[in-house]
């Protein structure tokens, strides 16, 4: 049974530290700033790859901090995501988040995890996160590349439109409900959108 509930988590607003700065944790900044470029990331390493170093010269408000991790490191941290290849650490770092109930992501490592990271597709408005339940993650990356190609560009104008529509109703909660519903009925089917060509 897959038991995973999937949040989308406004990274802007809450504290996330990053430790390690290797392949593994570029990879995993490059995917949080891609989605939320304003996220407030403190990243801890003892060392770091040049790509990252570069990476970090281009987005000046994340914080690096270049030495051993520090119980203190977690003081204010709403999220941790860790990419060391230290498993000792990763133990440490595990048990200092139970206790301080902050949730967690060990790369790779699924039985150290709170939660584990999607493969994402994006088409402006519309972000469908993908999970196989942490039994294939090449899987969810080609289902990401099977969608981004056959999912419409113009989706994104749907779901401004829908906006626009959807906040000129007026009337009581199931009016609004039906409406929406009538509009849409046809509109993701194949020839709803063949007919706008
Ligand atoms: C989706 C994505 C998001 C991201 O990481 O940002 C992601 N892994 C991605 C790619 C990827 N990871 C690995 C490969 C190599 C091929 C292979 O092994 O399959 C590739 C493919 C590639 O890179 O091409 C290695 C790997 N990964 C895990 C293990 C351990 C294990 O399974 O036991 C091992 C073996 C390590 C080893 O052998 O040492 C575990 C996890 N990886 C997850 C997420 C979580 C489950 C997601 C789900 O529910 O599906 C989970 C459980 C925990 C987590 O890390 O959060 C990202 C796709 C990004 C994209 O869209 O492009
Ligand atoms: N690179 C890959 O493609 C890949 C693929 C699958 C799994 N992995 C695994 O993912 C993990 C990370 O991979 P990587 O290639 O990014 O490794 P890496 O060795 O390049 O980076 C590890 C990072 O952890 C930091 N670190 C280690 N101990 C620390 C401590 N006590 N305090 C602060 N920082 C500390 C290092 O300074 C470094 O920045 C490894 O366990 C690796 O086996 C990597």
Redesign the pocket.
């Known amino acids: 049974m897959n038991e995973?509930f999937p949040i989308y988590v406004k990274l802007d607003q809450i504290q996330t530290l990053l430790v390690g700065a290797g392949a593994v944790g570029l990879?995993?900044l490059e995917?949080m700033i891609k989605n939320s470029p304003k996220a407030k990331i403190k990243v801890v390493a003892e060392h770091s790859i040049p790509a990252f170093d570069d990476f970090i010269k281009k987005h000046s408000h994340i914080e690096f901090i270049k030495r051993t991790f520090k119980s203190k490191d977690i003081y204010g941290i709403d999220l941790i995501i860790l990419a060391s290849n230290n498993d000792f650490l990763n133990q440490q770092i595990r048990r200092l988040a139970s206790e301080q109930h902050i949730l967690l992501?060990?790369?790779?490592?699924?039985?150290l995890?709170d939660?584990?990271?999607?493969?994402?597709v994006q088409k402006g408005n519309l972000k469908i996160g993908?999970?196989?339940?942490?039994?294939?993650?090449?899987?969810?990356?080609r289902l990401?590349?099977l969608l981004n190609e056959v999912l419409p560009e113009e989706l994104d104008d749907t779901l401004e439109l829908m906006q626009e529509l959807r906040n000129s109703l007026k009337g009581d909660f199931q009016h609004k409900v039906k409406v929406l519903n009538e509009h849409t009925k046809e509109l993701l089917s194949h020839s709803g959108y063949d007919r706008a060509d």
């Open positions: 995973l990879e995993k995917a992501n060990v790369a790779d490592t699924p039985a995890c939660f584990y990271l999607g493969s994402v993908i999970s196989t339940n942490g039994k294939s993650p090449t899987i969810a990356k990401k590349e």
